[in-house]
């Protein structure tokens, strides 16, 4: 096993410390993970260290770091909140990406289990997500500031210990805590999900664990550790779970004939204006990258892929109405329009030009783009009108509609 310094900053500027355990050289990497640690704990408590260990055995290469403020981390603890840490594992995540591979699996522990399930759903190659011990929402924690409530409450800040460590909060950490009250987010959950929870925890109730599992779709798994205490202090509740994880995560995560794109040294570097695609498969996976973002493009299982990504041409789809949206924003800002939402939805389809209405003056088969736009607030029919006027004028429609000119050639 190797285990790498990992640098990186957050998102407000601040570096932040991490470890990346990786296999032998001669062992070949799997796949990525993120563990996020307990509330005011740090990457090096035992249970991290222990099971990041021994997945790096079983081919899994995992990311520990120390949010902001916590261990080797710089920042200021008492500035943080829990979307912070939501924050912190979302830069982790794209750091990951630039200089190995996106991370495909999440797991945290405690509130850091809480923190995984909500950056989940902003992190487009996670395919699995674990939970340790997690409460089902942030505000779990509220509880241990009871003590100091009021004087967070007349003064905005206050000193509490936890543990045997004491630390300074701020009023605005509750004020956050109480944002994530609702389960909700985890009804929108796209991975598979396995929750790890004790029936004797005494700092999160396994009732927390139940209704995680009660508000997940399949697929979704749970597993008892029986009597482990929610540290998991012993090396063999750390063990088991590393185990039993692996053995789980192998149904969702395995990908045949995988590609790494660490081969090229790191993830490949895109210039500013420039994509880079590579092989993820033999198959049908491709890695996109652009200067400072990853995402993965595949084929649905029906067509031979594992749909792991959305296809090339929903991704043109993405492309169009991402552009279209943002365009309609920027002229409904500039002119002060009362738009609370704008909904874009488009299709590509093969039609025959006689069975098309919109096709006047086309002949034969043709490929057609159907963009509906839904807009709420209180607009006039004119003002609706304008809108669907300067959705044609976006820029991706521009060119689009332009005939571009496309040069391939070999690079040098």
């Known amino acids: 096993m190797a285990r790498i310094k990992f640098k990186f900053p957050n998102d407000a500027g601040d570096q932040l410390a991490g470890l990346l355990e990786t296999p032998d050289a001669d062992q070949p990497i799997r796949e990525y993970a993120l563990f996020a640690h307990c509330f005011t704990c740090g990457k090096d408590i035992a249970a991290a260290s222990r099971i990041s260990r021994a997945l790096s055995q079983r081919g899994i290469a995992v990311l520990r770091f120390d949010f902001t403020g916590l261990g080797n981390s710089d920042g200021d603890f008492a500035n943080t909140n829990f979307s912070s840490n939501v924050q912190d594992l979302l830069s982790a995540a794209q750091e990951l990406a630039r200089s190995h591979r996106a991370p495909s699996l999440l797991i945290g522990h405690s509130l850091g289990g809480a923190a ?3 950056a989940a759903q902003q992190i487009a190659s996670v395919r699995a997500v674990v939970t340790i011990g997690a409460p089902a929402t942030a505000d779990h924690v509220q509880h241990l500031f009871s003590d100091s409530s009021q004087t967070l409450l007349e003064e905005g800040i206050a000193e ?21 009250a609702s389960p909700k987010h ?14 004797v925890d005494d700092i999160v109730s396994i009732d927390e664990a139940a209704r995680i599992y009660q508000s997940a779709r399949h697929p979704k798994s749970f ?41 090229y040294g790191s993830a490949p570097k895109a210039a500013k204006g420039e994509v880079v695609v590579t092989e993820r498969d033999k198959k049908f996976l491709r890695g996109l990258y652009s200067e400072n973002h990853q995402l993965m ?11 792991l990504g959305p296809n090339p041409y ?15 924003r920027m002229y409904a800002n500039h002119k002060g329009l009362p738009i609370e939402d704008i909904l874009v939805r488009l299709k590509h389809e093969h039609v025959h030009a006689q069975d098309c209405a919109d096709c006047e003056g086309r002949e034969g088969k043709l490929e057609k783009i159907t963009r509906r736009i839904t807009f709420q607030g209180d607009l006039t029919e004119s003002q609706k009108k304008r809108l669907i006027e300067i959705a044609d004028r976006c820029p991706v429609h521009k060119t689009i509609k332009g005939n571009p000119v496309i040069v391939t050639k070999l690079a040098e």
Request: hydrophobic content about 40%; proline content about 2%.
């Open 223 to 263: 597993i008892s550790l029986d009597d482990a205490d929610h540290l998991l202090s012993k090396k063999e509740d750390a063990e088991y779970v590393a185990q039993a994880l692996t053995a789980w995560a192998s149904r969702y995560l395995s990908e045949e004939s995988i590609v790494e794109d660490n081969r």
């Open 116 to 118: 995984v399930l909500s």
């Open 314 to 328: 929903d991704l043109l789809l993405m492309s169009l109405g991402a552009c279209t949206s943002m365009t309609l």
């Open 297 to 307: 493009a595949d084929e649905p299982k029906s067509f031979g892929g594992q749909d």
């Open 186 to 199: 985890i009804q929108q959950l796209q991975a598979a999900l396995l929750i790890f929870h004790s029936p």
């Open 160 to 180: 509490v210990t936890l543990g045997f460590r004491k630390f300074t909060i701020k009023k605005q950490l509750l004020d956050d805590l109480q944002k994530h």
